[in-house]
């Protein structure tokens, strides 16, 4: 049992320092340039599947620490070089920790290369989950999935809502209901491999903050996909849906580990914004002189820096916390997953703001990236579940409640 420590190892170091001269010399550069474009970065993913940062071996080396704390390292430091940037590389992840989470070892083998493509030509995956519908209530998903004995084809028809990378995905995985009975315990997630008649999307959707990253609706028009691409295999649905019918929970559980296990990555993408916007402040307040003397000496100032570097670093430490309650096979049982991310989603909320605030007029001007960290960091209340459904869940864990 090693002894408790806060300090990094080498390995952790240099994933850091390797991660973040990209974010500073590549992506923070191009940051402003996609953004205005709004377009998914495909130089850039490129260049990071070039030098290793896009595929599954660096994901999966991530995955090996047995912290479990690379992989919100390696977030936090893209996402202060830009957050629209990093979902279009990190984007293709969600998909494919669902394919390594759900999928059997053949699956994983099959459709994880064709998620990243290739490094000459690298490709983008999608997680589509949400519909016009189902948003907060996954419960409610209307999508259908229906087996073709003859053909051992699923069909899939329906809509799905908001999906990164969504139309311009090689794969997407699409979560569907099988038995609608049963809630979000009669769903299961399909790969839709590239090209399948059927998916369709009319388009980018024109957003707030992480515009470099590509959103989308989809339609689902019996789209037919052979009887392997449903992850985890037909028996092992058949003994789950089984299984939910009979009043077991275990089905339940496991879904709401997933949110758990994937949150605290999503909130070090939080604090990687939210960090660039003190870092940014905090220089701008020393250099920038009104009633003779730099702004930092007023202690309104000061003191709002101080705030956002103690919130900055109490975020990281839930991440970090339940990152490695993840890893470790730990029970969430006070929900820390949806704790780390509320508490970076909303620090990054609060800390963009008072960095537009610090900038004054400069703040509020496409001159400086304050503004665009401010749009960008909105997200992090809402997907991977707002922090309306992040309380619902600590709530309900801590008090053992059906509160509603
Ligand atoms: C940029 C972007 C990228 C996205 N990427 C993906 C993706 O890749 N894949 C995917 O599947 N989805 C994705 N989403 C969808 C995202 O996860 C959803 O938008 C989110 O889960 C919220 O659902 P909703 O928008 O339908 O809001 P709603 O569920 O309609 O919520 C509206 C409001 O009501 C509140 N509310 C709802 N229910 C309750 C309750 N019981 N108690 C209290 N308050 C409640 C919510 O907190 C919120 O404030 C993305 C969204 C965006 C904007």
Redesign the pocket.
């Known amino acids: 049992m090693p002894e408790f420590s806060l300090d990094l190892n080498e390995e952790q170091r240099d994933l850091r320092d390797w991660v973040h001269g990209f974010a500073r010399d590549v992506v923070r550069p191009a940051a402003a340039e996609w953004d205005a474009r709004e377009e998914t970065p495909w130089p850039l993913l490129q260049e990071a599947a070039k030098i290793g940062l896009y595929g599954f071996e660096f994901l999966a080396n991530c995955w090996a620490d047995p912290t479990g704390i690379s992989l919100p390292i390696a977030n936090e430091e893209l996402f202060w070089g830009d957050a629209g940037i990093g979902?279009s590389l990190f984007?293709t992840s969600?998909?494919v920790a669902a394919i390594y989470g759900s999928g059997t070892p053949e699956q994983l083998v099959e459709w994880v290369p064709l998620c990243f493509g290739t490094v000459d030509e690298p490709a983008v995956a999608?997680?589509?989950?949400?519909?016009?519908?189902?948003?907060?209530?996954?419960g409610s998903m209307r999508t259908k999935a229906r087996y073709d004995e003859a053909t051992d084809e699923w069909i899939l028809s329906g809509q799905?809502?908001?999906?990164?990378?969504?139309g311009i995905a090689a794969v997407h995985v699409v979560?569907a209901t099988v038995d609608s009975s049963l809630g979000s315990r009669g769903q299961a997630a399909f790969v839709v491999p590239p090209g399948t008649p059927g998916l369709t999307s009319p388009g980018k959707?024109k957003?707030l903050?992480?515009r470099a990253?590509h959103?989308a609706d989809l339609f689902l028009d019996d789209v037919r996909v052979p009887g392997r691409c449903l992850l985890g295999g037909r028996e092992a649905l058949l003994e789950r849906l089984d299984r939910a019918r009979n009043g077991q929970k275990a089905a339940g559980q496991a879904a709401m580990r997933t949110f758990e296990l994937s949150r605290p990555t999503v909130g070090a993408q939080a604090i990687g914004v939210a960090r660039a916007a003190y870092e940014y402040a905090l220089e701008y307040a020393r250099g920038r002189v009104q009633f003779g003397r730099p702004i930092i000496e007023n202690q309104a100032i000061a003191f709002a820096l101080a705030d956002m570097k103690m919130e900055i670093d109490a975020a990281r430490l839930l991440v970090w916390r339940a990152a490695w309650m993840g890893r470790n096979n730990r029970v969430f049982d006070a929900g820390e997953g949806s704790m780390s991310k509320l508490k970076a989603g909303e620090v990054a909320v609060s800390v963009t703001e008072k960095a537009v605030q610090i900038l004054g007029g400069a703040g509020f001007l496409r001159e400086h990236p304050v503004e665009r960290w401010y749009r960008d960091a909105k997200?992090y209340?809402?997907?991977?579940?707002?922090?309306?459904?992040q309380?619902?869940v600590i709530s309900r864990a801590i008090s053992g409640v059906q509160i509603?």
């Open positions: 979902l984007g969600l998909a999608a997680f589509c989950s949400t519909e016009p519908e189902a948003g907060s209530d996954v799905k809502a908001y999906a990164t990378n969504g979560t959707l957003k903050g992480l990253s959103t997200i209340t809402i997907f991977e579940g707002t922090s309306e459904i309380r619902l509603r």
